[in-house]
């Protein structure tokens, strides 16, 4: 499975723009960037995916570089409710898709 | 929308007993996954079913570990002679595949898991 790197920690202040990066070096041709949020005592919670394109969704952005091997998500004004765990995440669509490799995500540490 | 039901939330046993484990899917979702996470971990996939079929199971499920979903809705998980390595949280999740033609990436939802110790 193609891996994600990811910073362990981040820190914003709210209202502020927060960009969080995501290396995937070794991404094939039909793998779709996902990214998923887990709030304190939650299960984790879809954001937005894309496979080529940037894409704008009510929650993020998701930028994905020309060559396909980063991409930032992108919360626009940073809240007090999006400190959670950001997990990016390499996967296919189609018959596999839901057979997801979680890695340890970015913590988001959002300050009043 | 009264999204992913997962219960009991909580799960104290002894090791050596069994447990069963209950998942709610989102009514008109016809896959339903199977994950579980340790502190300080991401979610690690167990096994997944589209309607009543499964139709993949990783390694970590070893054989004391047995899930069904009888008639395509709901799902149970059973781990037998629990060991204490067993404690983590196990979550559920649901989502929709058309099945034929093309497919489409369905995002998926998420209960908040049954949190399972092993004393």
């Known amino acids: 499975d193609a891996k994600t790197t990811q910073p362990n920690s981040m820190e914003s202040n709210e209202e502020e723009p927060v960009h969080l990066p995501c290396n995937h070096s070794?991404?094939?041709?039909?793998?779709?960037i996902h990214w998923y949020r887990q709030l304190p005592s939650q299960g984790p919670e879809y954001v937005i995916h894309?496979?080529?394109s940037n894409v704008n969704n009510r929650m993020a952005s998701l930028a994905i570089a020309e060559d396909r091997k980063s991409s930032t998500l992108i919360l626009h004004r940073a809240t007090l409710r999006d400190a959670a765990v950001y997990y990016c995440?390499?996967?296919?669509?189609?018959?596999?898709?839901?057979?997801?490799?979680f890695g340890q995500g970015t913590i988001l540490t959002v300050h009043p | 929308d009264t999204g992913v039901s997962q219960d009991p939330r909580h799960k104290i046993t002894k090791r050596g007993q069994n447990v069963t484990f209950r998942c709610d899917p989102i009514?008109?979702?016809?896959?339903l996954y199977w994950y579980r996470q340790t502190l300080g971990q991401g979610p690690e996939f167990l096994t997944y079913?589209?309607?009543?079929?499964?139709?993949?199971k990783s390694r970590l499920l070893s054989d004391r570990f047995s899930a069904e979903r009888p008639k395509g809705s709901f799902s149970t998980l059973e781990i037998q002679r629990t060991e204490q390595g067993d404690s983590a949280m196990y979550l559920c999740?649901?989502?929709?595949?058309?099945?034929?033609?093309?497919?489409?990436?369905?995002?998926?939802?998420f209960g908040n898991g049954t949190r399972l110790t092993v004393t």
């Open positions: 999740a649901s989502s929709f595949s058309p099945g034929l033609g093309p497919i489409l990436v369905s995002p998926l939802h």
């Open positions: 070794t991404i094939s041709g039909t793998d779709y």
């Open positions: 894309g496979l080529t």
């Open positions: 995440i390499l996967g296919q669509g189609g018959t596999s898709y839901g057979k997801l490799t």
């Open positions: 009514s008109e979702h016809n896959r």
């Open positions: 079913f589209q309607n009543e079929a499964q139709l993949e």
